[in-house]
């Protein structure tokens, strides 16, 4: 289940279609809503120099989502345009391996955790564009902007190897709904983008491709079982993104669409800092860290003028 936050994201992009209808007076604002499927992976690391301890792959295919945007012409041929997608229902699946043993090449400890669940998906996207080219059919234009991603999931119970005394000799089972461990990521971006837009009667196909890097880029992983909660704070991350669009006139203030949008954040070290959250004792570890995000998304819904 989905908590306050995705009602706060829904708010943001309420608030973002009254704030465009400001400059919309001669009706060039357009908006759209609509719903649909997302695949959401992150990658949480743990090093020691250049030796890998430890990753945690979290990931859920197929979450619902729902999406709200608007664009409005501010003139001069600027163009501002605005998105937020929220999360609506998902779960997932997490596994943890960790190589505690140099002599052996293969993990020592792992657990799998198919008892997980996506607590929050939300992604936002502020883009200003100019129209390099405009001949009413076509346009082609350059921008930049800044997006936000918060991810959170939470692994209940699941199974477990460990290597105690010799090789892969633990095996059992955490309790079933069982609160293993929590981990947030939390991404602001800031970008370049080219953008492009074709029509032909009826039918838009529109696209963006986007480049950049995520800044203050933080990971946050609470360990319930030892009263531990891990903060990563990445150096910049490189990111790229795309969305694609294809619109399809209905009436002439509506239309129907079908779009993909795709974000990768690439692996980047960082450091980390450890605390007990009993005890509040706490330590740092420089450049112990690493983190990577990557979302695909599909959604279809309808756009109106006003």
Do not use: C
């Amino acid at each position: 289940m989905f908590n306050t936050p995705g009602i706060s994201a829904v708010s943001l992009g309420s608030a973002l279609l009254l704030a465009t209808s400001a400059f919309g007076e001669d009706g060039s604002v357009r908006y759209f809503a609509g719903i649909g499927m997302a695949n959401i992976k992150a990658g949480e690391y743990v090093y020691s120099g250049d030796y890998k301890v430890s990753q945690l792959d979290w990931e859920s295919k197929g979450v619902k989502t729902g999406s709200i945007g608007a664009e409005v012409d501010i003139g001069y041929a600027w163009k501002l345009k605005g998105r937020v997608d929220v999360g609506l229902e998902g779960d997932g699946f997490m596994e943890d391996r960790d190589w505690l043993d140099t002599s052996y090449s293969g993990w020592t400890h792992q657990s799998l955790h198919p008892d997980t669940e996506l607590d929050r998906y939300i992604n936002v996207l502020l883009e200003a564009e100019r129209a390099l080219v405009d001949t009413g059919a076509t346009r082609l234009g350059v921008g930049g902007g800044i997006g936000y991603t918060n991810v959170k999931w939470t692994a209940r119970g699941g199974s477990y190897i460990y290597s105690d005394v010799t090789l892969h000799d633990t095996v059992g089972n955490f309790a079933d709904g069982e609160k293993g461990i929590t981990y947030e990521q939390r991404i602001p971006t800031l970008f370049l983008s080219a953008n492009a837009e074709q029509r032909i009667g009826a039918l838009t196909l529109s696209g963006v491709v986007r480049g950049g890097a995520a800044i203050s880029y933080k990971g946050v992983d609470d360990h319930w079982m030892r009263d531990l909660r891990f903060t990563d704070t990445m150096d910049l991350a490189p990111m790229m993104g795309a969305t694609v669009t294809a619109d399809y006139q209905v009436l002439p203030s509506a239309a129907i669409y079908l779009g993909g949008d795709f974000q990768k954040i690439f692996k980047t070290r960082g450091d980390a800092e450890v605390r007990d959250t009993v005890t509040g004792a706490s330590a740092g570890f420089d450049d112990g860290a690493a983190s990577d995000y990557q979302s695909v998304m599909v959604t279809a819904g309808v756009k109106g003028t006003f």
